[in-house]
């Protein structure tokens, strides 16, 4: 079985900065895809950013210039700075993670969520 574990989120004025962390554990042989997404309150859960093994990174359009994600591939580890923080930006804050594991005897790719983190901007 395999864990994500997220922290850092928190309350933050506009214009502040965050920055995210999420924790892969359990039995790992490599984890292709990072991503982190987020859900607003009433809106549908968004891809935020993505980082693979290699280091090919994606934003959303939304972010760009002002998040930065990365990964520590010897820490199954992967990061979101966020800068430039903006109320639009609240949401809980989900890892996701794309993992090469033992499942059901066999190695498989399986997909997992962390519980996700609470990131509020406001004044």
């Known amino acids: 079985q395999v864990q994500l574990v997220e922290s850092g989120g928190g309350l933050v004025q506009p214009g502040g900065s965050l920055r995210l962390s999420c924790v892969a554990s359990g039995i790992i042989f490599k984890i292709p895809d990072m991503r982190w997404y987020r859900q607003a309150p009433g809106k549908q859960r968004e891809l935020v950013a993505g980082?693979?093994?290699?280091?090919?990174?994606n934003y959303a359009d939304s972010v760009k210039g002002r998040f930065t994600i990365s990964r520590d591939n010897a820490k199954n580890t992967a990061y979101l700075q966020m800068n430039g923080l903006k109320p639009e930006d609240t949401a809980v804050y989900y890892c996701n993670a794309f993992v090469a594991t033992m499942f059901g005897g066999m190695r498989r790719n399986v997909n997992y969520w962390g519980q996700g983190t609470q990131v509020t901007v406001s004044s």
């Open positions: 980082v693979t093994s290699d280091g090919t990174l």
